[in-house]
């Protein structure tokens, strides 16, 4: 009955949607609203989250894989949404998986299914899921077929954070991205 409530509770609410969400270190950020004014701090340490810093100017178009330890252990290249489907900032908890599935909003002629390996983090149907690194989307995070079964797998239904910044996140994982080998 617990998992049944949680599970509705976060189907209605994001854990923090806000204009700007800041990287401050590895594992805190800040939340300010439409004027740069501080709403809250949040503090990530102890938990897994996916950092994903959109494809915009002063962003650095990936995603970060962090665990609880801190460690940032996986990272690639992402699209986001194109200038006129925006992909929301703020800070979420996985809402939902879907292993093969078809844009509801947005489907393929053809029936092929165009976001396979879902991770849904809004009710608006927003997710990282597999796609083209390429070009930008309708507001979904897209991630190269390499790397999208790997975060599939390890993100968790109500545990996993997702956080969405148009700030670099890089300065805080580049130590452990060079230990890890990525360049």
């Keep these: ?9 976060l189907l209605f609410i994001p854990l923090l949607e806000a204009k700007v969400v800041k ?31 959109v494809r915009e100017p002063g962003s650095d178009g990936r995603f970060y894989a962090v665990d609880r330890d801190g460690i940032v252990w996986w990272t690639g290249i992402i699209t986001s949404g194109a ?32 976001m396979d390996f879902a991770i849904f983090f809004t ?26 079964p790997v975060i599939y797998h390890w993100a968790k239904i109500g545990e996993t954070k997702i956080v969405i910044t148009r700030k670099s996140y890089m300065p805080f994982a580049k130590d452990d991205l060079i230990k890890f080998g990525f360049r």
């Design 23 to 53: 990287p401050v270190s590895k594992t805190k950020f800040e939340v300010l609203d439409d004027n740069g004014s501080l709403l809250e701090t949040v503090d990530l340490k102890g938990q897994e989250f996916i950092v994903v810093s």
């Design 123 to 148: 009710n608006q149907g927003h997710a990282l899921h597999m796609g083209s690194i390429n070009w930008m989307s309708h507001g979904c995070i897209h991630i190269a077929p390499k790397d999208i």
């Design 83 to 114: 200038d006129d489907y925006k992909t929301p900032s703020g800070i979420y908890t996985v809402l939902r998986k879907a292993r093969h599935y078809m844009s509801k909003k947005y489907p393929e002629e053809n029936g092929v299914d165009n």
């Design 1 to 9: 009955m617990k998992k049944i409530f949680l599970a509705l509770f």
